[in-house]
């Protein structure tokens, strides 16, 4: 539980994040365990940003009247990272020894 909420404080400190996504995260982390949170935080940090670079791009380009939505929400990636930690064992193990765990 700790890992999974000490690895998302410096964004909540720093204002990026809000307290649910920390709070899902540390509960994240206190049921699928150490090696697998940080898998997910380093899945729902790409997925949050690929997320982000969509929805700049697609405001972009689409809507250029209309301003980007200022908060893009961040637990949808959590909960995609988690489903993939838990589902794909095979896409993890490289991951796990590209982090030396």
């Known amino acids: 539980m700790i ?3 000490l690895s998302l404080l410096p964004l909540y400190i720093l204002g990026g994040m809000a307290a649910g996504d920390l709070k899902l995260m540390a509960m994240c ?3 699928i365990g150490f090696p697998s949170t940080l898998i ?7 997925f949050g940003g690929f997320y982000a670079l ?3 791009f697609y405001y972009r380009t689409f809507k250029p ?7 893009i929400p961040f637990a949808p990636s959590i909960c995609c990272a988690i ?4 589902a ?3 896409f993890i193990f490289p991951l796990k020894a590209l982090i030396a765990i």
């Not at 489903?83 to 838990?86: A, E, H, N, Q, V």
């Open 3 to 5: 890992i999974g909420f």
């Open 29 to 31: 982390g206190s049921f």
């Open 40 to 46: 997910a935080v380093l899945l729902s940090l790409i």
């Open 54 to 56: 969509i929805t700049i």
């Open 65 to 71: 009247d209309t301003l980007a939505p200022k908060f």
């Open 83 to 86: 489903i993939i930690t838990l």
């Open 88 to 90: 794909d064992p095979i």
